[in-house]
């Protein structure tokens, strides 16, 4: 089976740190872009960061840089956001989702996004 699972989140203390992660299986990550999006309660799901597993080139959302760091293990398929000083705005559901073509051009963009994981929840508490 062809799938992503996003594992990592908690609770965590404003300020703090976390790392989520992304395995893949079924598939290779060499051709695929993958990135994270997060959801609030009530808000629309938002990219937050993408790499590409080829190069390592990452992109990252303003309200995130300077504080998340993608990275990408090709060796174990698997994909990590490092979270730091985290605020409490950076409470979501965090999925990751992959797709072939198209590198992190639309890494804002859910559509065309066609492989997708199973959230993992984040809470940073004030």
């Known amino acids: 089976d062809v799938q992503l699972q996003a594992s990592g989140g908690g609770l965590v203390q404003a300020g703090g740190s976390l790392r989520v992660s992304c395995a893949a299986s079924?598939?290779?990550?060499?051709?695929?872009?993958i990135v994270w999006f997060r959801q609030a309660p009530g808000k629309e799901r938002e990219g937050v960061s993408c790499?590409?597993?080829?190069?390592?080139?990452?992109v990252y959302a303003d309200s995130v840089k300077g504080r998340f760091t993608i990275s990408s293990d090709n060796a174990k398929n698997t994909v990590y956001l490092q979270m730091n000083s985290l605020k409490p705005e950076d409470t979501a559901i965090y999925y990751c989702?992959?797709?072939?073509?198209?590198?992190?051009?639309?890494?804002?963009?859910?559509?065309?996004?066609?492989?997708w994981g199973r959230g993992t929840l984040v809470t940073v508490s004030s």
């Open positions: 989702a992959a797709a072939e073509y198209y590198g992190c051009t639309y890494y804002y963009d859910p559509e065309p996004w066609d492989l």
């Open positions: 079924g598939f290779s990550f060499d051709d695929y872009a």
């Open positions: 790499i590409t597993a080829s190069d390592g080139d990452a």
